[in-house]
Nanobody, 115 residues
Framework: QVQVVESGGGLVQPGGSLRLSCAAS????????MSWYRQAPGKERLFVAA???????NYADSVKGRFTISRGNAKNTVTLQMNSLKPEDTAVYYC?????????WGQGTQVTVSS
């Protein structure tokens, strides 16, 4: 059964860091395009970062230089290291696996940046 499960969200002060994890089962993360998206209350879900099967990465302009996406092949996970967090980073963060025309979404993890 294909599944992606996010973890690592929480409450952090502005300027702080969080590390999100996406655990995959039923497929190999290195064979899929693995992405993070986020959705703030009342807003649409937006792209944050992606890592491709080649290992290349792509980021939204709003997080470049602050967020890093990486892949842990041994544990079949994808992580999102988030540094220098801002209140506007507050959202539910979702992991997505894309393979061809098939997409798998996780249930999301809440990230709140507030003092």
């Amino acid at each position: 059964q294909v599944q992606v499960v996010e973890s690592g969200g929480g409450l952090v002060q502005p300027g702080g860091s969080l590390r999100l994890s996406c655990a995959a089962s039923g497929f190999t993360v290195s064979s899929y395009v693995m992405s993070w998206y986020r959705q703030a209350p009342g807003k649409e879900r937006l792209f944050v970062a992606a890592i491709f099967s080649t290992g290349s990465t792509n980021y939204a302009d709003s997080v470049k230089g602050r967020f890093t996406i990486s892949r842990g092949n041994a544990k079949n996970t994808v992580t999102l290291q988030m540094n220098s967090l801002k209140p506007e980073d507050t959202a539910v963060y979702y992991c997505r696996a894309a393979g061809g025309s098939t997409y798998y979404w996780g249930q999301g993890t809440q990230v709140t940046v507030s003092s």
